[in-house]
């Protein structure tokens, strides 16, 4: 019998299904049972389901709902329906990191980050679908993945943004209530942005990597894409923390406490005027403006901010290139890297694997001088603000380098290179929606200090609480026919 | 991450949910040996590139991040 649930609840955040699982207005089996039929039948039209784990949440979830009968509440992600990007491991089921190659690979364990979310008792319903390795050295395509191009719900001709591709059109379509998805660099933000959702990419080392798919050492992240600030600080929470299995964890916890943040009066921020007037598509600027305006109106202290001046786009496909081609190595010396969808891909993995240890390295000694460059700049402000993508999602029709942007490159950088910046300093990013351009969502982006998610995410929830960008939902509809 | 021995991997596959069908998946892209110029001529361009850049000699790679 098909469950169905008030359309509300599947856009409904996560203390929101708490309450009312907990009040027993909603059971854990009914819950999870509606948003698992949802993801199968919706899903699919979007290209964004891995594996559906219906089955084995529905056993979950049942185990759940003795826990709560008996008042054994384990905070606000009990019972709560998740998906997971297909490159975190899940005990004796697929894991296929969106690639041929790997489609019939299972693991043994779970990826750390599920088992942390299993102590908290979220329920995984779903693997969701992801760009082939999570684009390895280069890509071309939005179809460069296993699973077809993530189309997006605002607009399936439109491309849903990846690597984390999956995460962002489930979250969207509200398929799950929240999802974890990864950034090398920009994965975990353009999805985010293009779907219309909230994303957070944390410091790295912040979050175990045991059990994710590596594409880069010193450059991936997990972190949770979801509705709301709010709701991707609940999730941080239980996913951070020190993990000995991971050689980049940084040992720390995290605890979502915005209470405890400074009076964002004291908090400066940075941001380039050149990164509305000059970069953004004309069409977005009224609504990057509109949320600068409201960042203004909370009281926080705006200022004028540069990059340190690299070439970043060259410093991180150099370390992403080496890094990525020593760890496929077997399968680009074995040939099966031919396999893979995208024709760029298989070409810069194939060259990759040439790239002298000078370069990388020279690479990574010009990283260290980013990484002093942003200890200056911020120093001198708290968090920068920019949009995280400065045009909306392409179209799936053609390949990304045929619908290059006509207009002329500004002279003034801006923040333009804040993602490959950020990424390669290791901050903490977070996204949030800001309004639409041609009918399809556009976001801005905050980036602070190390270690410095709440203040983000506290500046993140007062944003959300003097707009409702974060509440829009996309014309996503169960029946059949309106795909 | 430890992989299961092949007996395991057919248990397990055999008792997965199955990946939802009717997605749009599509055969493997075929790669011109342009294309493989191309990625190798893009790096060697980045090698000119970072050839050119002047840092100090202390400077040491990023391996480590602090607070």
């Known amino acids: 019998m098909a469950a169905s649930l008030p359309e509300d609840l599947y856009f409904g955040g996560i203390k929101?299904?708490?309450?009312?699982?907990?009040?027993?207005?909603?059971?854990?089996?009914?819950?999870?049972?509606?948003?698992?039929?949802?993801?199968?039948?919706?899903?699919?039209?979007?290209?964004?389901?891995?594996?559906?784990?219906?089955?084995?949440?529905?056993?979950?979830?049942?185990?759940?709902?003795?826990?709560?009968?008996?008042?054994?509440?384990?905070?606000?992600?009990?019972?709560?329906?998740?998906?997971?990007?297909?490159?975190?491991?899940?005990?004796?089921?697929?894991?296929?990191?969106?690639?041929?190659?790997?489609a019939q690979q299972v693991f043994d364990e779970d990826a750390t980050v599920i088992a942390k979310l299993q102590k908290p008792d979220a329920v995984l319903i779903g693997k969701l679908a992801m760009i082939e390795l999570a684009g390895g050295p280069d890509y071309n395509s939005a179809a460069?993945?296993?699973?077809?191009?993530?189309?997006?719900?605002?607009?399936?001709?439109?491309?849903?943004?990846?690597s984390s591709s999956g995460s962002g059109i489930a979250v969207a379509a509200g398929l799950v209530t929240f999802a974890l998805g990864s950034e090398t660099s920009g994965s975990i933000l353009c999805p985010a942005a293009f779907c219309g959702v909230t994303g957070l990419r944390p410091t790295y080392g912040l979050v175990s990597r045991h059990g994710a798919m590596a594409l880069s050492w010193t450059l991936d992240k997990i972190g949770p894409i979801a509705r709301s600030a709010e709701d991707c600080g609940l999730v941080l929470q239980a996913i951070a923390g020190g993990d000995d299995q991971d050689p980049g964890s940084a040992g720390k916890s995290f605890y979502y406490a915005p209470e405890f943040t400074r009076d964002l009066k004291m908090v400066k921020v940075g941001l380039a005027t050149e990164d509305i007037?000059?970069?953004?598509?004309?069409?977005?600027?009224?609504?990057?403006?509109?949320?600068?305006?409201?960042?203004?109106?909370?009281?926080?202290?705006?200022?004028?901010?540069?990059?340190?001046?690299?070439?970043?786009?060259?410093?991180?496909?150099?370390?992403?290139?080496?890094?990525?081609?020593?760890?496929?190595?077997?399968?680009?010396?074995?040939?099966?890297?031919?396999?893979?969808?995208?024709?760029?891909?298989?070409?810069?993995?194939?060259?990759?694997?040439?790239?002298?240890?000078?370069?990388?390295?020279?690479?990574?000694?010009?990283?260290?001088?980013?990484?002093?460059?942003?200890?200056?700049?911020?120093?001198?402000?708290?968090?920068?603000?920019?949009?995280?993508?400065?045009?909306?999602?392409?179209?799936?029709?053609?390949?990304?380098?045929?619908?290059?942007?006509?207009?002329?490159?500004?002279?003034?950088?801006?923040?333009?290179?804040?993602?490959?910046?950020?990424?390669?300093?290791?901050?903490?990013?977070?996204?949030?929606?800001?309004?639409?351009?041609n009918g399809m969502p556009v976001a801005i982006q905050l980036v602070g200090r190390p270690f410095t998610e709440n203040l983000l995410l506290t500046i993140g929830r007062e944003f959300q609480a003097r707009t409702d960008w974060h509440k829009r939902r996309p014309p996503v509809s169960a029946s059949p026919a309106a795909a | 991450m430890a992989f299961l021995t092949r007996r395991q991997l057919a248990l397990a596959l055999a008792a997965a949910p199955c990946a939802l069908p009717a997605q749009q998946a599509t055969a493997p892209a075929a790669v011109a040996s342009k294309d493989l110029t191309a990625a190798g001529e893009e790096y060697r361009k980045h090698s000119v590139k970072l050839a050119a850049i002047e840092i100090p000699m202390a400077t040491e790679p990023a391996f480590r991040f602090k607070a």
């Open chain 1, 144 to 162: 460069a993945s296993y699973t077809g191009p993530g189309l997006n719900p605002w607009d399936p001709t439109r491309w849903s943004g990846g």
């Open chain 1, 277 to 437: 007037d000059d970069w953004a598509e004309p069409a977005a600027r009224p609504a990057f403006q509109a949320a600068y305006d409201v960042i203004r109106s909370m009281g926080l202290d705006i200022t004028e901010a540069k990059l340190p001046h690299f070439d970043y786009d060259l410093l991180i496909d150099t370390i992403i290139s080496a890094e990525a081609a020593s760890i496929f190595e077997p399968l680009i010396v074995s040939g099966k890297v031919d396999e893979l969808q995208d024709a760029k891909q298989i070409a810069a993995f194939k060259a990759a694997i040439d790239i002298p240890a000078r370069d990388y390295l020279k690479a990574m000694r010009v990283r260290s001088l980013i990484q002093s460059g942003f200890r200056d700049l911020l120093a001198e402000v708290d968090v920068l603000l920019a949009p995280a993508f400065y045009d909306i999602a392409p179209k799936i029709n053609l390949p990304f380098d045929q619908q290059q942007d006509k207009r002329p490159t500004p002279k003034k950088p801006g923040l333009s290179a804040l993602i490959p910046a950020a990424n390669m300093a290791g901050l903490p990013a977070l996204c949030l929606p800001c309004g639409f351009a």
């Open chain 1, 16 to 102: 929101e299904l708490n309450r009312k699982l907990q009040s027993r207005e909603i059971s854990a089996v009914e819950l999870v049972r509606a948003f698992s039929e949802r993801l199968e039948t919706i899903g699919p039209r979007y290209n964004a389901v891995a594996l559906s784990l219906a089955k084995p949440a529905a056993k979950e979830a049942k185990d759940i709902d003795g826990d709560l009968k008996r008042q054994r509440f384990r905070g606000p992600l009990q019972g709560i329906p998740y998906g997971a990007k297909d490159l975190l491991a899940v005990a004796k089921q697929p894991t296929t990191w969106g690639a041929r190659p790997y």
